[in-house]
């Protein structure tokens, strides 16, 4: 149950008034959804919730492709206040004047660009950030954004904007890979599970039209006894006989198999994976700290969704919202920390979101109410370079209710990581999506799609000056494991002319082609063929022509492979 709240700000009165209302229905219904009862194949093993996961088009399609990268989901649950994550150091002022008792003073900003900063106190991000293992996406949301916490949920779950919260369509953005695959899951079900999600039980993103295809637990305790135990809840045999028939016992009996099956998995990968940096002693951290011995111990699911509450701030913001991102920023920072022992951290994107962003102006309690837009967080050394991705939301303009507006579909970034980052086909993505998707340049690409939106920091990046031939912390060509791998970074000699150093494993024949950040072609920089070796390509000597400062895509092209990176023109 939410406290109600007055709104001393010029928009008073504009607050969600079936808030409380809501909180109530959504109760009722998150109790039906974990009894099984609507239309979901999750049930309670023993007094506690677990489901069994079964392949999907998503699954097959992701297993198929050649990718071992990971997706985290985080959700903020409650709302997270954008303009409390990001600071809009340009529109520094407006923001402070519409938020007089709670907003973030200058001293307390960590400017990452002259433009953005974040909160002091997230500052465990700096080195992530530093490292290029950090984007901030501006203004995301959707036309008609719901200010629910319950249709808001259900939109960024089910990706259906017609959602009310008591209609729409009740399967997630994932979930519905899974409604194409075999009718006989429970008893071929794939070999690790396909999802992994720690509580928020009644979350739609891995539901299908029969079950949720995730392996779910209430919270990251019962996930942990699994992990440290081997402990599972098996259904009593006496459960089968006398009160329930045919079709019934074999459901039962194929969840309770299945859940034993990764029970097993889950403990078995738990105990071969072991942290390697000290955690802090809170339930976000705990989550993180699970995921990484699942993945360091070769599980081998792609996906994960973990959860952090507390977001719905209506008052004594500032001292909540402190608290849970810095629990965030530190947990992160040691996820991070403790992959890259192994050398795994490349492989795993974490990625944030929230069913809504709150209010510009604050309330009269110290705090914010529902709004629209918000920022979505992204982690990893994945997105080869640190940047704020987008247009930040006007503060002046906003949305004409005091609301900050949208400026990025949340479809987009959904679409763009199911495709470059999970190698999923782009037809098949917006089939499920049921929307044609525009790719944001994360950083990361597998289609080899030439896109339109150039992720670009506000300062200029530090240029290396030496080919990779000469850094001693880069890939060493002759490692076995890199043995057919061609390796390419782009670098700046003295005179800032751009080159592209080239390392072949084998010859071939090699296309570069240079774009602009608006995705246009602006000529080839290469085209012959190349010896086993290594070159330096100068771009400006090859392009033969003036070309204007700024950030371009170089995209190379061997056989079949596509690969691509940014390089200043300085």
């Given at each position: 149950?939410?406290?109600?709240?007055?709104?001393?700000?010029?928009?008073?009165?504009?607050?969600?008034?079936?808030?409380?209302?809501?909180?109530?229905?959504?109760?009722?219904?998150?109790?039906?959804?974990?009894?099984?009862?609507?239309?979901?194949?999750?049930m309670?093993?023993?007094?506690?919730?677990?489901?069994?996961?079964?392949?999907?088009?998503?699954t097959?399609?992701?297993?198929?492709?050649?990718?071992?990268?990971?997706?985290?989901?985080?959700?903020?649950?409650?709302?997270?206040?954008?303009?409390?994550?990001?600071?809009?150091?340009?529109?520094?002022?407006?923001?402070?004047?519409?938020?007089?008792?709670?907003?973030?003073?200058?001293?307390?900003?960590?400017?990452?660009?002259?433009?953005?900063?974040?909160?002091?106190?997230?500052?465990?991000?700096?080195?992530?950030?530093?490292?290029?293992?950090?984007?901030?996406v501006?203004?995301?949301?959707?036309?008609?954004?719901?200010?629910?916490?319950?249709?808001?949920?259900?939109?960024?779950?089910n990706?259906?904007?017609t959602?009310?919260?008591?209609?729409?369509?009740?399967?997630?953005?994932?979930?519905?890979?899974?409604?194409?695959?075999?009718?006989?899951?429970?008893?071929?079900?794939?070999?690790?599970?396909?999802?992994?999600?720690?509580?928020?039980?009644?979350?739609?993103v891995?539901?299908?039209?029969?079950?949720?295809?995730?392996?779910?637990?209430?919270n990251?305790?019962?996930?942990?006894?699994?992990?440290?135990?081997?402990?599972?809840?098996?259904?009593?045999?006496?459960?089968?006989?006398?009160?329930?028939?045919?079709?019934?016992?074999?459901?039962?009996?194929?969840?309770?198999?299945?859940?034993?099956?990764?029970?097993?998995q889950?403990?078995?990968?738990?105990?071969?994976?072991?942290?390697?940096?000290?955690?802090?002693?809170?339930?976000?951290?705990?989550?993180?700290?699970?995921?990484?011995?699942?993945?360091?111990?070769?599980?081998?699911?792609?996906?994960?969704?973990?959860?952090?509450?507390?977001?719905?701030?209506?008052?004594?913001?500032?001292?909540?919202?402190?608290?849970?991102?810095?629990?965030?920023?530190?947990?992160?920072?040691?996820?991070?920390?403790?992959?890259?022992?192994?050398?795994?951290?490349?492989?795993?994107?974490?990625?944030?979101?929230?069913?809504?962003?709150?209010?510009i102006?604050?309330?009269?309690?110290?705090?914010?109410?529902?709004?629209?837009?918000?920022?979505?967080?992204?982690?990893?050394?994945?997105?080869?370079?640190?940047?704020?991705?987008?247009?930040?939301?006007?503060?002046?303009?906003?949305d004409?209710?005091?609301?900050?507006?949208?400026?990025?579909?949340?479809?987009?970034?959904?679409?763009?990581?199911?495709?470059?980052?999970?190698?999923?086909?782009?037809?098949?993505?917006?089939?499920?999506?049921?929307?044609?998707?525009?790719?944001?340049?994360?950083?990361?690409?597998?289609?080899?799609?030439?896109?339109?939106?150039?992720?670009?920091?506000?300062?200029?990046?530090?240029?290396?000056?030496?080919?990779?031939?000469?850094?001693?912390?880069?890939?060493?060509?002759?490692?076995?494991?890199?043995?057919?791998?061609i390796?390419?970074?782009?670098?700046?000699?003295?005179d800032?002319?751009?080159?592209?150093?080239?390392?072949?494993?084998?010859?071939?024949?090699?296309?570069?082609?240079?774009?602009?950040?608006?995705?246009?072609?602006?000529?080839?920089?290469?085209?012959?063929?190349?010896?086993?070796g290594?070159?330096?390509?100068?771009?400006?000597?090859?392009?033969?022509?003036?070309?204007?400062?700024?950030?371009?895509?170089?995209?190379?092209?061997?056989?079949?492979?596509?690969?691509?990176?940014?390089?200043?023109?300085?």
């Amino acid at each position: 149950m939410c406290d109600t709240h007055h709104d001393t700000t010029p928009y008073k009165g504009l607050e969600h008034e079936g808030h409380d209302t809501e909180h109530k229905n959504w109760s009722r219904r998150s109790f039906i959804q974990a009894l099984g009862i609507a239309g979901s194949g999750s049930m309670f093993l023993g007094s506690n919730m677990l489901t069994a996961s079964a392949p999907s088009p998503l699954t097959m399609a992701m297993g198929d492709a050649e990718t071992d990268n990971i997706l985290i989901l985080i959700r903020l649950s409650g709302g997270n206040d954008g303009l409390s994550t990001v600071i809009p150091i340009q529109q520094y002022d407006t923001y402070a004047n519409a938020r007089p008792n709670i907003y973030i003073p200058e001293s307390k900003v960590l400017k990452l660009t002259d433009d953005f900063g974040i909160p002091s106190y997230m500052n465990s991000l700096e080195s992530l950030w530093g490292d290029g293992q950090f984007k901030a996406v501006h203004g995301v949301g959707y036309q008609g954004q719901s200010q629910s916490h319950f249709t808001g949920s259900d939109i960024f779950a089910n990706t259906d904007l017609t959602s009310t919260g008591f209609s729409g369509l009740n399967t997630g953005w994932m979930g519905r890979h899974f409604e194409e695959c075999f009718p006989n899951y429970l008893i071929d079900p794939p070999a690790s599970p396909a999802a992994i999600q720690i509580g928020n039980l009644a979350n739609l993103v891995f539901q299908g039209e029969e079950t949720n295809y995730a392996f779910v637990t209430n919270n990251v305790e019962q996930l942990e006894r699994i992990a440290d135990d081997g402990e599972y809840y098996s259904l009593d045999e006496a459960l089968f006989d006398g009160c329930m028939y045919g079709d019934q016992v074999k459901f039962l009996r194929g969840v309770s198999n299945t859940t034993e099956k990764y029970a097993g998995q889950i403990y078995a990968a738990a105990q071969a994976g072991q942290n390697q940096v000290e955690y802090q002693d809170n339930g976000f951290a705990r989550q993180l700290a699970l995921l990484a011995r699942l993945i360091k111990g070769n599980l081998g699911t792609k996906v994960y969704m973990i959860s952090m509450g507390g977001f719905d701030t209506h008052g004594n913001q500032p001292l909540a919202h402190e608290r849970l991102m810095t629990n965030l920023s530190v947990a992160v920072n040691n996820f991070y920390e403790d992959l890259a022992f192994t050398q795994q951290d490349e492989k795993v994107l974490s990625m944030t979101f929230s069913e809504f962003g709150r209010r510009i102006f604050e309330n009269g309690s110290n705090g914010t109410d529902h709004g629209k837009a918000a920022p979505t967080l992204f982690f990893g050394s994945g997105l080869n370079g640190s940047a704020f991705v987008g247009d930040h939301p006007d503060l002046v303009e906003g949305d004409g209710r005091g609301n900050l507006d949208y400026t990025m579909d949340f479809r987009n970034l959904y679409g763009t990581v199911l495709a470059e980052w999970l190698c999923v086909p782009r037809e098949a993505v917006e089939r499920h999506l049921d929307y044609q998707y525009t790719a944001v340049n994360l950083g990361f690409n597998c289609s080899g799609e030439t896109f339109d939106d150039i992720a670009m920091s506000d300062d200029p990046p530090t240029l290396p000056d030496t080919p990779p031939s000469d850094d001693p912390d880069a890939m060493d060509p002759t490692d076995p494991e890199l043995a057919n791998r061609i390796i390419h970074k782009p670098y700046y000699p003295t005179d800032n002319a751009p080159h592209i150093y080239l390392e072949m494993p084998f010859a071939a024949h090699v296309d570069i082609q240079l774009y602009n950040i608006i995705g246009q072609n602006v000529g080839t920089v290469f085209n012959e063929m190349m010896l086993e070796g290594s070159a330096e390509i100068n771009i400006r000597e090859r392009m033969r022509g003036s070309l204007s400062t700024g950030k371009y895509i170089y995209q190379i092209q061997v056989g079949d492979e596509k690969m691509s990176k940014s390089v200043m023109i300085v």
